[in-house]
Every structure is written in C-alpha cells, then in structure tokens.
C-alpha cells in the first residue's frame, strides 16, 4: 500500500483535483455531484457543469472532501462533510436516509458519502487511510457520528461502482451497522 498525505480539498488544491478526476471529471463526467444534485439536474447537466458546480463548491468552503498524495500526487479522494452538504444522501427512499437519531439538519452528523481513486492505485487498500483521516477530520471538526452506506461485495476490488466504500474498510476502521434497508447496503456509524 502506498503511504499517503491526507489534506483537505481547499481551492488552492483545485488542480491537483482535477488532474485527478481528469478531462472526463471522474464516473462519467459526475465530478463528484451524485449526491449533491437532484437526479433530474444531474441528468440536465454535462461533465462542465458538474465541474462548473464542484469547483464553486470548494472556493466557496469549507473543504468537501480529503485528498490523498501518493509521492506528491493526488491519487484518492473521499467526500466527507455534513450529511446536510450531501442532500441526495439524505433522501427518504434512499438505504443511505438519515435516522431519527442523527437527523441530516444536525451538522454534527457527518458523512463519506463518496470515493474515487485513480485507476492504476485501485485494489492496493487506499481507502483504509482515507477513512482513517477521515475519522480524525470530523472529529476535529465537532462531528459526533460519522456514517456510511457502503456495499458489501463487488464484482470486483477495483470496479467504479464501490465509489461508496466497502462495508469490509469501514468496518476495520469501527463502523458497526445501525440500519439495513437494501441487502448488501448497510447504513453504518461509528460514534466519535
């Protein structure tokens, strides 16, 4: 594995953020909006406006996400904030919905609702590392739960579609289940 920086994505990072989601924007031109955008916009817009939007989100702060530099490059990214700055995540209908407990307005209630690593360092075990700053950064930042919804499996280690995380990462990292809504797609908490 290799070792990586972790920092926060602040503006000043903004082009190592983009050589890393490169001239596609990363998933298909997403550029880490998914959550962020309702479906019916995501689908209205192009790869620029996705990018357009993210970028206006990390000048305006604060930091969305985490970086992590492999040798000085960026080569993983994690997004992580307030379940409130991810509004999709926080649907109803969605196996990633809020619980009572932890509701999407209490911005000490965080999220990782997102991952995406350059291609040729997937399958080497980088989201443990991210996850792991991760935890130090909303716990530094006030958070008093952390969640998730991770899968369970994939097809296979270095597939596109684990750009939630592995239910596997989280729970090495103390993440336990709090709720099940969809087999394979745990809702997970780890208490700070």
Same mark, same amino acid.
């Given at each position: ?7 926060? #994505? ?39 406006? @996705? ?22 490059? %960026? ?8 379940? %409130?700055?991810?509004? =999709?995540?926080? @649907? ?27 291609? %040729?360092?997937?399958? =080497?075990? #980088? ?36 750009? +939630? ?6 729970? %090495?990292?103390?993440?336990?289940? +709090? ?14």
């Amino acid at each position: 594995m290799a070792k990586l920086e972790v920092v926060p #994505l602040t503006a000043g990072r903004w082009a190592d953020f983009e050589a890393l989601f490169g001239r596609q924007g990363a998933c298909y031109g997403c550029w880490c909006t998914y959550f962020r955008l309702a479906p019916k916009q995501r689908k209205a817009n192009s790869s620029e406006d @996705n990018r357009v939007f993210i970028k206006a989100r990390v000048e305006a702060g604060p930091p969305p996400g985490l970086l992590g530099y492999a040798d000085g490059e %960026a080569v993983a990214w994690m997004q992580i904030g307030p379940r %409130a700055d991810v509004p =999709q995540f926080n @649907n109803a209908g969605r196996v990633s919905a809020p619980l009572p407990d932890a509701p999407a307005e209490d911005e000490t209630v965080w999220a990782i609702s997102c991952f995406f690593t350059k291609s %040729a360092m997937r399958g =080497q075990g #980088l989201s443990h590392p991210m996850v792991d700053a991760g935890i130090a950064h909303a716990r530094d930042s006030g958070a008093r739960f952390l969640e998730a919804c991770p899968m369970d499996r994939a097809k296979q280690a270095k597939s596109v579609g684990l750009f +939630v995380g592995s239910t596997r990462v989280f729970a %090495a990292a103390g993440f336990e289940q +709090v709720a099940l809504r969809k087999d394979g797609r745990p809702l997970m908490r780890l208490a700070l």
